[in-house]
């Protein structure tokens, strides 16, 4: 049983920032972090690579940064200049052997 716990979700001021955390109880190649925003389906936000390879979202690029900590199974999302269309909720993801796991969800708002 695979299972991942996400943390660092909250309210923010547009232009604000928040880091999020993910911890898995086994390690997991990739691992990202997707954004459902209300109304709308779940969209990749980042992924990275054991190796330190990092994947962005195009509107994601150069605000966000995904970090990963292999020997604690941890991946981080750093958010920076914060936008309301940010807002959502960010869910973890990991394969493992083909198979996607899943966290349960934190909350982010930004508000205007």
């Known amino acids: 049983q695979v299972q991942l716990v996400e943390s660092g979700g909250g309210l923010v001021q547009a232009g604000g920032s928040l880091r999020l955390s993910c911890a898995a109880s086994?390690?997991?190649?990739?691992m990202g972090w997707y954004r459902q925003a209300p109304g709308k389906q779940r969209e990749l936000v980042a992924a990275i690579t054991s190796g330190g390879t990092a994947d962005y979202a195009v509107s994601e690029k150069g605000r966000f940064t995904i970090s990963r900590d292999n020997a604690k199974n941890t991946v981080y999302l750093q958010m920076n200049s914060l936008k309301p269309e940010d807002t959502g909720i960010y869910y973890c993801n990991g394969r493992l052997h083909l198979r996607d796991y899943w966290g349960q969800g934190t909350q982010v708002t930004v508000s205007s």
């Open positions: 086994r390690s997991l190649n990739p």
